[in-house]
């Protein structure tokens, strides 16, 4: 595109190309529509085919994430073809060949074609690819790979993005998703990869019965640690694939008077009842805290569409129902498994951005304790023994003998664990919280997403404080850790204040996650504490916005 905006004729061949090559005739049909408006001088079509053509995809340690539409700078059959491809070469270059590959989706715009394409570009190749029967949960994937000795699976979703994405992600034949080399690795076979149309194709993937699924839900069945079972659960799977197999999972487990919110329960890819579907999201979780409201429930469970994310709701102390936060939650099962664990030397992990609250509680029980960089891929290769792993982002591995990633299924069945527990001893999550808290001290976390137009604006960012780390946040003295070339963040800690800056890999912001921590003298000193600690916070999050806004 020119800088009036006009067409150029790079671009216009450029999208030639891609039509030619394109192996779907949904996708080629669109991109030539967008093409001729362009070339009539539409500047809306100019802007809209110099995004679509500005791509490719960025294979990362996620793999795959974006909107579904036709040209490279999206998710379609193409680009699933070439990356199936790339992703087959690497794999045969390590030594794979011929060796079984796990192929599941989600319910999302796209995603039984984008499996299907998937498995057809492995058979070619020459892989043993196995079909999950029909949308499933990506624990389930997960667990597959592992379960059947596969040298890799692929899950087709988007997680919880916004409707119009889809996305693919890779698991290596641990079970976990890759980390570097790998995507660098298979960014450049896909890049080395043919056109979509001379990539070959082949019929004849294995398509799996219920056999795996039952499987995993009798490990999952086996994961509570109590007997009692007397527990009223709303919940909801967010319109993602998560509902039939929660149910199941927990009734299995002794778990069986359970309501999902209605308008949620079945799979849709339009997401109609959220704005964005994520339990992290204001609102999102709204039908759910009304049906636990309506039906007296003692505890409510949100997964996000691909039920890999766990978020638990509870009645509060003045009997409005609420969301619990992703440290909350990671704590209270944390402490739940440490304290009926029987692996001997047992390593409990969180990222760097968690609360770490979990380290004191892993210390009184004797625990090793890990922290490493964000995501799942770093959090279960923590380290030997490791019996439990969680980020504040929602995601909480329970199970790390049979799931190598967060699981949503599995965290919810112990979470129904731990409060049935405590319901039969006549206590709650929050009586929980409150003794952790008087015990290991007032933890309060934040989230600061400062989001930029230009990515040039962030690296500036980053550089000026990298150059002129600040000595202090509302008077209390930090000092300036940097993780370079290890990873691109910042950490500052003083007494008390920790702060994590970073910039998001997925979106165009920069994070800055905050973390106040104040000592509790005794239970009568709770409320004070956390009033303390929740000024100091205030005054954290208004001098990071103060430092955000000056550039440094």
């Known amino acids: 595109m020119n800088s009036d905006g006009r067409l150029t004729s790079e671009l216009r061949d450029q999208a030639f190309r891609w039509i030619a090559d394109d192996v779907d005739a949904g996708s ?19 802007a809209d085919l110099t995004d679509r053509m500005g791509g490719p995809l960025e294979f990362g340690t996620a793999g795959l994430r974006g909107p579904v539409r036709a040209g490279p700078n999206g998710m379609n059959p193409a680009v699933v073809v070439r990356t199936t491809a790339g992703v087959a070469s690497w794999l045969t270059a390590h030594g794979h060949s011929g060796r079984i590959v796990v192929v599941g989706r989600d319910a999302r715009h796209g995603s039984a074609e984008f499996a299907g394409a998937a498995a057809e570009v492995l058979r070619a190749a020459g892989f043993d690819v196995r079909v999950l029967p029909g949308p499933l ?8 790979v592992r379960h059947l000795g596969a040298a890799a699976g692929i899950q087709i979703t988007a997680s919880h993005n916004p409707p119009a994405d889809n996305g693919y992600k890779l698991y290596d034949g641990s079970g976990a998703q890759i980390v ?20 070959p194709q082949a019929l004849g993937a294995t398509p799996l019965g219920e056999e795996v699924l039952h499987d995993y839900l009798a490990r999952v069945a086996g994961l509570p640690r109590g007997t009692p079972r007397a527990l009223r659960v709303a919940a909801t799977p967010m319109h993602g694939v998560g509902g039939e197999v929660l149910t199941q999972a927990l009734a299995r487990a002794g778990f069986t008077d359970v309501r999902l919110v209605a308008e949620q329960a ?35 469970i949100a997964l996000d569409p691909d039920a890999d994310r766990c978020a638990l709701g509870v009645r509060d102390r003045d009997g409005a129902w609420r969301m619990l936060r992703g440290d909350e939650t990671g704590v209270l099962l944390g402490e739940h498994i440490l304290s009926t664990t029987d692996v001997a030397d047992p390593l409990v992990a969180t990222t760097i951005v968690s609360s770490s609250m979990l380290e004191s509680i892993a210390a009184a029980h004797g625990a090793r304790y890990a922290e490493t960089l964000t995501g799942f891929k770093w959090l279960v290769r923590a380290g030997a023994n490791l019996v439990y792993a969680y980020e504040e982002a929602l995601g909480l591995c329970v199970n790390p003998d049979f799931v190598l990633d967060k699981d949503g299924i599995a965290a ?18 929050l009586d929980v919280l409150d003794e952790l808290t008087v015990r290991h001290g007032v933890h ?10 230009d990515l040039g604006e962030r690296a500036k960012l980053l550089a000026a404080l990298r150059s002129t780390p600040p000595t202090e946040f509302a008077g209390t003295p930090v000092t300036t850790e940097d993780l370079l070339p290890e990873a691109d963040v910042l950490r500052m800690r003083g007494p008390g204040v920790r702060v994590v800056i970073r910039p998001s890999g997925t979106e165009p912001k920069l994070k800055t996650y905050l973390e106040v921590t104040e000592p ?16 100091r916070l205030s005054a954290l999050r208004e001098a990071i916005n103060s430092l955000l806004a000056t550039g440094a």
């Open 28 to 46: 080629r049909a669109e991109l030539e529509s967008i093409l001729a408006q362009a070339m009539a001088g539409v500047p809306a079509a100019v």
């Open 137 to 144: 949960p990506t624990p389930v994937l997960a667990f597959a």
């Open 180 to 199: 570097p080399p790998s995507d660098q690795e298979i960014e450049t076979a896909i890049a080395s990869a043919p056109a979509a149309r001379q990539v």
């Open 266 to 300: 079945e799979p849709d890819p339009d997401f109609p009842t959220v704005s964005f579907p994520n339990p992290e999201e204001p609102g999102a979780a709204d039908l759910l805290l009304a049906l636990a409201s309506e039906m007296d429930a003692d505890l409510a």
């Open 412 to 429: 919810a069945v112990l979470a129904c664990d731990l409060a049935a527990t405590l319901k039969a001893a006549g206590r709650c999550l």
């Open 444 to 453: 309060l976390t934040d989230q600061i997403s400062l989001r930029v137009t």
């Open 520 to 535: 509790v003298p005794g239970t009568d000193a709770l409320d004070a504490a956390r009033s303390t600690a929740s000024n």
